[in-house]
């Protein structure tokens, strides 16, 4: 402490460190006179040397304008869930340090979570809303990516024994900062573009439900049927009239032609419509061309100019 107070440019007259009466393994750290501004300045000198090794602030200290590159764990435990904030908090653990290279930081997100049916609690949210806006390397594939799954915790609501297991994965986890290097490196390489690309995952229930297409489907072809066989049964009076079994199957094949071309329209319809939906992708498409259709009749932009087209592709995730 003294070393760095004297490096500073501190009188040491100016610099009073008392033990506490309770525990004299702690001690209280005072300054006058005009270095009195400058408290900060002098712990976080004494932390980057090595003489204290846990250091506690609010988020105003942690916030922009404050640097300890030697720092490689921040647990948070503020109740900040903006983007900006928590940004500028995990940003205190995550710089680059010239004098370690092979630096890597843990960032502790402190989650009270209630087990049970009840759900997860206001601290697992709080943890949903950080982890969607920044981006890490997954606990279980070589991605990096945004997200509460990404940390292979599974989903709320959790039991006791879960939690727990949890935890212990956590501290196995936070131990081995060689695998921590190792998994982002595999997940660079893993990468054919080496940048960031925002996506959008829709969730399984608001996807195009493929029994509501069947259902629509089958619809179409009951309805054929029943036509087909109205038809046939108005016109079937007039088998009646044969004469011969040759002039009977004539009537018979002319009365199913009929019925045929009459049903055709829906026949048709339903198999346009598999055609057209009869994946989720093909849905996704033709929900993409509706807007292309829209700006253009907007006048917001040219497809013809532009060549704009829309494409729906399903991958491993569906």
């Known amino acids: ?28 750290v005072e300054i006058c006179g005009e270095y009195l501004r400058g408290r900060v300045r002098l712990i976080t000198s004494v932390f980057e040397h090595g003489g204290i090794t846990v250091l506690i602030g609010t988020k105003s200290l942690l916030g922009e304008g404050w640097d300890a ?5 921040l647990v948070l435990a503020s109740f900040v869930g903006s983007f900006m904030l928590s940004n500028q908090m995990r940003g205190r653990a995550i710089r680059v340090d010239s004098a370690q290279p092979q630096k890597t930081a843990n960032i502790w997100h402190l989650v009270c979570a209630e087990p049970g049916i009840f759900g997860p609690g206001d601290d697992y949210e709080l943890l949903v809303r950080r982890c969607s806006a920044f981006v890490g390397v997954s606990a279980t594939a070589p991605v990096i990516e945004n997200g509460t799954e990404r940390l292979g915790f599974g989903h709320p609501p959790f039991s006791r024994e879960e939690l727990d297991q949890i935890n212990a994965q956590t501290r196995s986890r ?3 900062r060689e695998g921590l290097r190792k998994q982002w490196q595999d997940a660079l390489n893993a990468g ?6 925002d996506g959008l995952k829709a969730p399984e229930e608001l996807l195009p439900r493929g029994f ?20 046939l049964g108005a016109l079937g009076r007039a088998i009646g009239r044969a004469r011969s079994t040759q002039d009977f199957w004539s009537f018979a ?21 598999l055609i057209r939906h009869g994946a989720p992708e093909r849905s996704i498409q033709q929900m993409g061309r509706a807007v292309l ?19 729906a592709n399903r991958n491993k995730d569906g």
């Open 192 to 197: 054919s573009i080496k940048q960031m690309t």
């Open 69 to 73: 590159l030697s720092i490689n764990t």
């Open 253 to 273: 094949l002319t009365l199913v032609g009929i019925a045929a071309i009459v049903s055709l329209p829906w026949s048709l319809l339903a198999l346009w419509r």
């Open 293 to 311: 259709d829209a700006l253009e009749y907007e006048g917001c932009i040219d497809q013809r100019a532009a060549n704009f087209r829309a494409y």
């Open 174 to 176: 936070a131990l081995d």
């Open 1 to 28: 402490m003294r070393q760095s107070a004297k490096a500073l440019g501190i009188n040491p007259q100016d610099l009073s460190i008392s033990p506490l009466a309770h525990d004299a393994s702690f001690s209280t």
């Open 212 to 231: 509501v297409l069947a259902n629509t489907i089958a619809a179409l072809l009951f309805q054929s049927l029943y036509v087909f066989l109205a038809v």
